[in-house]
């Protein structure tokens, strides 16, 4: 089977960087293939020009290489911290011009132009690993956790990919070592238990 990792942190020794290296380890271990894209590493420009705007929108080489890996995956790994509750800006550019009509989903023909999607992606399963440095309660109690609604229904439910877990490990900037191995031991089995 063939997945994507996509990482967004743009510090190479953050933790992100080592659950992203776990799950592309894991999933090699049980046989995959894996495409980790380090974001910040490729450079990745989160800018969306107009001419990318529309279905049949000219894209560049790279972006081209994003959407034709992400139409082939069977399973989706997002990694990122929690940035003012949304992803990193590289992260949304990354959706902007990947997640595109044509390639991750499109619009039902008639629809009196309400938008209905339609999935187009293959794969069925996603997980989104979180870091962050709110605790929980004040995470839904105050910011309603805003990644939960952006990733199972912006973004996954609209390609097609309804079986979406996240996973949150927080407070990073307060945690021990001995915390992030445990951690990192979750990552593994939530790799295992869906792949």
């Not at 209905?116 to 709110?134: C, H």
Request: with cysteine.
């Amino acid at each position: 089977m063939n997945f994507s990792i996509i990482l967004a942190h743009p510090n190479e020794a953050s933790f992100n960087h080592a659950i992203a290296h776990i799950c592309q380890q894991r999933l090699k271990e049980l046989g995959h293939n894996v495409i980790l894209h380090d974001l910040y590493a490729e450079k990745f420009d989160p800018l969306l020009p107009s001419n990318e705007i529309s279905r049949n929108g000219i894209v560049d080489e790279l972006v081209q290489k994003h959407c034709d890996e992400i139409t082939q995956c069977d399973g989706i790994i997002i990694v990122h911290p929690n940035w003012w509750g949304q992803p990193p800006a590289i992260l949304t550019g990354w959706i902007d011009r990947v997640i595109r009509p044509g390639v991750a989903y499109r619009f039902l023909e008639g629809d009196s132009g309400e938008g209905v999607p339609v999935g187009l992606l293959k794969a069925k399963n996603a997980i989104v690993f979180n870091t962050s440095d709110t605790s929980e309660e004040r995470e839904n109690s105050i910011f309603l956790d805003p990644l939960e609604t952006i990733w199972k229904n912006c973004v996954f439910g609209l390609c097609g990919i309804l079986n979406v877990e996240r996973k949150i490990f927080r407070i990073v900037v307060t945690s021990t070592p001995e915390e992030r191995k445990r951690w990192l031991e979750e990552v593994k089995t939530t790799i295992n238990n869906h792949f």
